[in-house]
């Protein structure tokens, strides 16, 4: 039997939303051949103006540290997508590789939602790996076009060996409580039906593969009681 290249996966907060408690978090992704994946980068170092909301936290470059890794030991960071909250530190890992969607890396370069932080994200181009839907970056870990909330947003599926399939629904679903198949529309999203389209693709992806783990973009009360850092799912 072949075994998933993907050993573990680590949740980190970086930060939050204080008045609404909600957590802002990445996640690092670890194989068995000693890659170290980062999904998303969390919040800026300095909050851009008109984002007084956010604070920061243990930072991603703190928390891992606190593992014995150093930004340069970072060799991809998939991003999600570029809000400021996801895509903050991408700059600090001058030697990763940034895997996006195509859609929405063309879309944030003329999008003024994506311009605060675009110092961040905006890599030289030999350095981002653009995918187009649905992809298997590695065994063990595919990315899952999810638009709506942005154009070319993407979650992510993990095959752990012992934890099984973990999705991570990145702000595809930001709360367990809309993971339903009549999902309202809460207006906070440019693309209404994208994000349905999107939220009801994920619910047939947890149906297919007997999901044992769906985690939310930002769910405070499902974060409580999840492993975090230096706790793995493994
Ligand atoms: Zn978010």
Redesign the pocket.
């Known amino acids: 039997m072949s075994q998933s290249a993907v050993t573990r996966l680590y949740l980190m907060q970086v930060g939050s939303m204080p008045e609404y408690q909600i957590p ?1 978090v990445c996640y690092l992704v670890q194989t068995n051949d000693g890659r170290n994946i980062l999904i998303d980068s969390g919040l800026p170092e300095i909050m851009p103006e008109g984002e007084a909301d956010f604070v920061n936290e243990r930072d991603v470059i703190e928390q891992l540290a606190s593992i014995g890794l150093k930004p340069d030991d970072i060799d991809t960071i998939i991003s999600t ?1 570029y ?1 400021g ?2 895509a903050g530190r991408h700059g600090s890992f001058t030697k990763a590789q940034y895997v996006v969607q195509r859609a929405h890396h063309l879309d944030a370069a003329s999008n003024p939602r994506f311009a605060d932080i675009r110092s961040q994200w905006d890599q030289p181009m030999e350095r981002i790996q653009l995918v187009d839907g649905d992809t298997e970056l590695l065994p063990g870990l595919e990315l899952i076009e999810t638009s709506g ?1 942005v154009p070319g947003h993407q979650s992510v599926l993990l095959r752990l060996p012992q934890s099984g399939t973990i999705l991570l629904t ?2 595809a679903v ?1 709360f367990g409580e809309g993971f339903t198949r009549d999902v309202q529309d809460d207006g906070s999203n440019p693309d209404a039906a994208a994000i349905r389209a999107s939220t009801l693709k994920l619910l047939d992806l947890v149906e297919r593969e007997h999901i044992g783990l769906v985690i939310f ?2 769910d405070s009360e499902q974060w409580k009681g999840l492993k975090k850092l230096p706790a793995y799912y493994e």
């Open positions: 802002i997508h809000d909250d996801h909330h990145i702000d930001p973009g930002h």
